[in-house]
């Protein structure tokens, strides 16, 4: 029956990519024995409530073996119908051409993109440990991932697994399918890596199985690794395209159908039925009685959630919020309304201000944690809080290392896993570091906030690199991806407010490096910026200009409308901290004669908003800060000349 | 004198840290004896004439300690004086924050985006191997990379430093400042990776200093480096700071001035006098000893130069053109011209049209050099070229494997190397991975180019993670990135044309995994990309309406001017393969009555050039290609609306 399970699974990939006529048989048809004896004999799960918070996690981090999933998860019982898998591939289909978290049931993270899977697991291993240490007789499971050798190649799988071996992610085990295949050729071709000497360094615990489709040996090697307390590596031998005649073993049997005649001899030659969708009666029955043996491990953890209902509701109904996501019921506007009057109203760097509105919600939010990619002080991300460390999780703050783009995908992982909100930082010229796995995070639509500063030219002298001119539009294109780059303490405090109510996908905040004045009005309207994506920093009751400008510039926009008031004009200043929600809303300000945008940024995004735009739209250079943004054109002295020259061009007021 | 050339090294720096009152003063004090002895007894270089060709590279990875190399490039006596030092950190000196290629010489490359150093000597030093296969008499030296615990934790150091053991780059030695303090604290908050054991696990050698002062221990492992084949790490274990009362060993020696008190009392423990910028005539005098010693070697090879140019002109002129970065006298209009009558005239994937240039560019330029992040069967760079091999580096093409940073980052080590043209290729939805990389490609200018295909949600089956939405305008605001995306085989010869042709940035291709028809006149104006940046696809006096479309959304245009020209409607069709160049040229068009835009890709950066836009600024889904572009709104229909809807906002007719 084993056998007859391990072929059921590999002839239903190999059947969905063929009926597709796209995908990738090769993954699913070798690394179908350690995928089967992990779905039956060591992830703890239940096909009835994929959702059930004490789950195992699996990830598979070599998304395009998705038919791999599609297969198990069809077998084990989870809500995909033969139907389904059939559609594989197709527009709308529950079976997308790589795992979508949110299109199938038991799917928990969307992968594809090599390596990210690994640094999600690692997320999801480091959540369930800190939920542990929160609500301990509530968590107690494990993650596993299964990935390629492209996943291992990819810098990702260094930072991911570096980061899980220093924090003794012993709960996490990853199944590497070492088909020494890679899309071009052989892996020879491009790697010579000793990846079980290469964890080992990493401080991870590693088995190797020599023979890919010995059930008992993976079994074995997956047991040692539940017993030891370090992450594991499980590299796993395989043959891509198991059992494909010619193609076996070879890149051909990766990313295409094996093709109707080869599919039909591999059949043959394992003694599969010559049809497709083929599951033999005993395959069903046993995956059956290990659903049944899931649910019955859930219904156990169901009871301890009653238990704790009876003996201590407060602290289950605790538990509850934090599962769906809620904020505290006393995080409210008289909060809100609070923090605003703590904040500082001397000029101050809206990173700075950060800090302080960040110290507020890390106490009234227990499920906050978050960290930096080693510049905690510089992003004002390091409030007091306690360091998550090896063998003690209670603590808030992640200590991520140099290590942009898994700090990201680990936020991922944790905001998957459930029970937190959790944000990163660093400086947002390094968003093109993270950027990857922020894509994924807006295309789960998880909740994950970027603190992200340092946020123009003005960082000054640590020169151009260290300088983000052309990031703030480049993440503001990213579909569903909130930008917000507050004016000053009160717009930062929104700004959190703004992200804090955001479920439905990641908010990066742009944050300054210098000091910015508080500006009129800034704490007047709770809410504002949610709702209206920008507010008017200096009124006019019928403009010949509006100056738009976000985060730093509004001060400058602010200078330049005095020069211009001085000169007869009225002139309006509207503060945009976020320009999405700006255009949405932009009726509600009526309209001046002439309108400027300025930011110190590429000009791209705002020319369709504005008659001109002061913006930078080249590399900035090392110097004071000031000194780089007069350079680069970033002057009270533009605006005003680009709101004269547009008032010239401008149709004459009526 | 030894130990007053380190300690003029560490004062020099904190001088100009304290100076500049901002930078890094912790990693030059603590780094200054292995710099000192890699300048002065095993860097073959002359001080005089930094671009000698086959000069050894230098590149400091841990770009934030660039006083560290300034101080070195004065004392050896590159064109640097002490008043260039005393400007550092200021706008416009040549002693920027971190190292800036092109602003200070002996400065190799652009550092500070950490890790990236690294695998940009990696470049260099497989450029090097590429070079010597070609010149053999000509090219023998070594890379040098100095490189602190932030370079080994990013994910850029695991591909860079396996691709290098695996290639057994063994003229790479890369030294580790391994100073045990990051900018939050100590390395073990964070980090617990036993970095010798990982580096030899991708077969690199491994030295190991444990006292960082001990100059003639940092000289034996040096020399052992450079004895073994394999590419060597020398770990040596420095503290942050050395010398500075209070704050060495610690985080605060870091990024922050020593303060003038702390520096003065530094010197007073050190027995230096209390001046700023002092350089002993003793550690002068040797320094210039050294540096002669280097203008001899360097002789030595010119008169081999010398030697080549009596015995073989025709070689030696090969090599000063490929010095100079000229292509081949024979690929001229000719060339092209005949290259365009050998392209497919039936449709055609550009990605395929792009191979068929390749192959023919293959051939004719010996200096071009390239391949992919494991896709070169899919991207169309696989076109029959040699493999670059360990011990065999006269191929031409490099199997990067799955590591798309790196790649980058490799290929500007290449580029600023010298002596060939390269270019990487990837999808280009994984552009996201790269991008740091490309980034720095823009800022030292080098001629980079990136065949990036796959190009839209027409890949389709293989769904978002795949799709590139976002991906177009956030390369093209990248200063200096020229963007290419040509719709059929004509304008990918003319796309390839324009990247070779530019030697002051980087150029990205972006090319269609599906066919595109050939359209008319293609191959009529050759050079009008470069020139212009658009070209008209379907011509018309006095339109009504223009069609701005780029790839394959110019036969999308094209449909819908059937469509509208059935309804009496005068269109024309714009095909703008390089939108930044159509924007400076667009008077050259004339203007219609409405235009509408089309691509596939985000809206944004179309809109101040349009009536409307018809793009994707969502993310995609997996279908057939043909499905999913109907199914986010790129149809003729769709085009033909926008159009209509914009004529009737137009303005009527004169």
Redesign the interface.
């Given at each position: 029956m084993r056998v007859n399970a391990v072929d059921t699974i590999r002839f239903l990939a190999a059947d969905m990519v063929q009926s597709?006529n796209?995908?990738h048989p090769g993954m699913p048809m070798g690394a179908a024995p350690m995928a089967w004896v992990l779905f039956s004999r060591h992830l703890r799960h239940d096909p009835s409530q994929p959702d059930w918070p004490d789950r195992d996690r699996f990830v598979l981090s070599a998304?395009h073996g998705s038919a791999l999933q599609y297969a198990l998860l069809h077998l084990f019982g989870y809500d995909l119908t033969l139907d389904d898998l059939r559609g594989f591939?197709?527009?709308?289909?529950r079976t997308?051409?790589?795992p979508?978290y949110g299109d199938t049931p038991g799917v928990e993270a969307?992968?594809?993109?090599?390596g990210q899977g690994i640094a999600m697991a690692v997320g999801m291993a480091l959540a369930e440990r800190m939920y542990a240490a929160r609500f301990p007789g509530l968590v107690d499971h494990r993650t596993w991932a299964i990935a390629g050798?492209?996943c291992l190649?990819?810098?990702?799988?260094?930072?991911a697994a570096?980061?899980a071996?220093?924090l003794g992610l012993g709960r996490l085990t990853v199944l590497w399918d070492d088909n020494r295949i890679?899309?071009?050729g052989a892996v020879d071709?491009?790697?010579?890596?000793?990846?079980s000497?290469?964890f080992?360094?990493?401080?991870w615990h590693v088995v190797e199985v020599s023979d890919g489709t010995d059930l008992e040996a993976i079994d074995r090697a997956l047991t040692e690794a539940v017993a030891d307390p370090r992450p594991s590596l499980v590299a796993v031998r395989t043959v891509i395209g198991h059992g494909a005649p010619d193609v076996a073993g070879t890149s051909a049997a990766h990313g295409s159908p094996l093709g109707a005649d080869r599919l039909a001899e591999a059949k043959r030659r394992a003694g599969w039925p010559d049809e497709a969708f083929v599951v033999p009666e005993d395959v069903r029955a046993a995956c059956e009685q290990y659903a049944t043996a899931g649910r019955a491990a859930r219904f156990v953890w169901e009871e301890r959630l009653a238990a704790l209902r009876e003996s201590d509701p407060a602290r289950a109904a605790e538990w509850q919020r934090r599962q769906r996501g809620d904020l505290p019921a006393d995080v409210d506007e008289e909060f809100w309304a609070h923090l605003a009057t703590t904040l500082p109203d001397a000029p101050t760097a809206t990173r700075q201000s950060s800090r302080a509105v960040l110290a507020a919600l890390t106490e009234a939010l227990p499920e906050l944690v978050g960290g930096?990619a080693?510049?905690?002080?510089?992003t004002g991300t390091?409030a007091g809080t306690v360091?998550v460390r090896r063998g003690d999780y209670g603590g808030a703050r992640i200590?991520?290392?140099?290590?942009e783009?898994?700090m990201a995908a680990v936020l991922n992982g944790i905001a998957l896993h459930g029970g937190f909100r959790c944000f990163g930082s660093t400086f947002l010229?390094?968003a093109?570091?993270l950027?990857?796995a922020l894509?994924?995070s807006?295309?789960m639509r998880q909740p994950v906030i970027q603190v992200l500063t340092h946020d123009s030219v003005a960082v000054?002298?640590?020169?151009?690199?260290?300088q983000p001119?052309?990031h703030l539009?480049?993440l503001?294109?990213?579909?569903?991806v909130r930008v917000l780059r507050p004016a000053d303490a009160g717009e930062t405090a929104e700004a959190w407010r703004c992200a804090l109510g955001a479920t439905d996908g990641p908010t990066v905040l742009a944050l300054s490096r210098q000091a910015l004045p508080p500006l009129d009005g800034a704490h007047t309207t709770p809410g504002w910026l949610a709702r209206d994506g920008f507010r008017v920093a200096r009124a006019s009751a019928d403009p010949d200009v509006d100056l738009l400008a976000s985060g730093s510039e509004v001060d400058l926009a602010l200078a330049a409308a005095e020069v211009l008031a001085g000169e007869g004009l009225t002139v309006r200043v509207v503060s945009v901290p976020w320009r999405e929600r700006f255009e949405v809303r932009r009726d509600r300000l009526g309209s001046a004669r002439a309108t400027v945008a300025v930011e110190a940024g590429?000009t791209?995004?705002w020319?369709?908003l504005a008659d001109a735009v002061v913006g930078v739209?080249?590399?900035g250079?090392?110097?004071?800060g000031s000194?780089?943004r007069d350079?680069v054109g970033l002057t009270v002295a533009a605006v005003a000349d680009a709101a004269r020259t547009a008032l010239r061009s401008a149709a004459p007021s009526p």
């Open positions: 597709a796209s995908g998304g591939r197709q527009l709308g289909s997308p051409g790589h979508e969307t992968t594809g993109p090599l050798d492209g190649m990819e810098g990702i799988s260094h930072e570096s980061l071996g220093h890679t899309i071009d071709r491009s790697c010579s890596d000793d990846q000497a290469r080992r360094a990493y401080g930096s080693d510049l905690a002080g510089s390091d360091p200590d991520f290392g140099i290590r783009l898994a010229v390094f093109d570091y950027r990857p894509r994924l807006a295309l000054g002298e640590d020169g151009p690199t260290h001119v052309e539009d480049s503001r294109i990213i579909p569903n590429s791209l995004g020319r369709h739209d080249r590399f250079a090392s110097g004071a000194a780089v350079h």
